[in-house]
């Protein structure tokens, strides 16, 4: 299995709303990623996790809370948005870099988040 | 500090010729991963190559071509007979061996006309 699944494919929210994206793989990869990608820009890192633990915040709002509740799983819960946090949220995973393990990220399909 | 740039924002060609996408970087790492990622309008970023920076061989999968040359830091990619599956957004990718922060160029978006 070499995929990183995302859901929902789509969230539309208004901005007093909470809600949680979800990410999964079982590739037994430890590391894993949320990018946030405005259109017709680049993916930019926001959070990373290596073996369950939180390990790059990217001066993330706290409006973003991730939570990795285990080694397959990935969450980024989100409160109280605002309309330019809408985008596409991507998730990746990896072999972290203390495995010795070449570490290309493999990415999920993205959830695209509006924001009303 | 770390950079990739792709000078071309949009490149369009008509199916069947080949086409070239280029990537410039900086780091000031001495060993480093290149990676090339294809995002069709499905949004899913699809890993096509990475390269070492030890490993200046030249790359051909298919279609595709990876030419390395680390005395311009470029790493250009080449799409020989191109298709109009092959219409997307291609970034060039730079992260440091021992690191987690992968570095992404603008992005060119390719539109191959049929």
């Known amino acids: 299995d070499t995929e990183v699944t995302q859901t929902p494919k789509h969230l539309v929210m208004g901005m007093t709303n909470k809600k949680s994206l979800k990410c999964e793989q079982h590739?037994?990869?430890?590391?894993m990623y949320w990018y946030k990608q405005k259109a017709k820009k680049p993916p930019e890192l926001m959070f990373v996790?290596?073996?369950?633990?939180?390990?790059i915040n990217e001066s993330v709002p706290s409006r973003f809370s991730p939570e990795c509740p285990n080694s397959s799983l990935l969450n980024l819960h989100l409160h109280a948005l605002q309309p330019e946090d809408s985008a596409l949220y991507l998730c990746?995973?990896?072999?972290?870099?203390?495995?010795?393990?070449?570490?290309?990220?493999?990415f999920g399909p993205g959830t695209r988040l509006t924001v009303l | 500090a770390q950079k990739v740039t792709q000078a071309q924002t949009e490149i369009s060609v008509v199916e069947k010729e080949d086409v070239t996408l280029d990537c410039v970087y900086e780091?000031?790492?001495?060993?480093?991963?290149l990676f090339w990622y294809k995002q069709p309008p499905s949004g899913e970023l699809v890993f096509l190559i990475r390269?070492?920076?030890?490993?200046?061989q030249n790359e051909i999968s298919g279609r595709y071509s990876w030419n390395f040359q680390k005395s311009t830091s470029s790493f250009n990619f080449t799409i020989t007979a191109s298709q109009v599956v092959d219409s997307a957004v291609y970034f060039c990718?730079?992260?440091?061996?021992?690191?987690?922060?992968?570095?992404f160029g603008a992005g060119t978006r390719l539109f191959v006309k049929a």
């Open positions: 990746a995973s990896s072999h972290p870099k203390t495995s010795g393990r070449v570490n290309e990220q493999f």
């Open positions: 590739m037994g990869h430890r590391a």
């Open positions: 996790y290596s073996y369950e633990k939180l390990s």
């Open positions: 780091t000031r790492d001495t060993t480093y991963y």
């Open positions: 390269r070492n920076s030890f490993d200046e």
């Open positions: 990718a730079l992260r440091n061996t021992g690191g987690f922060k992968t570095i």
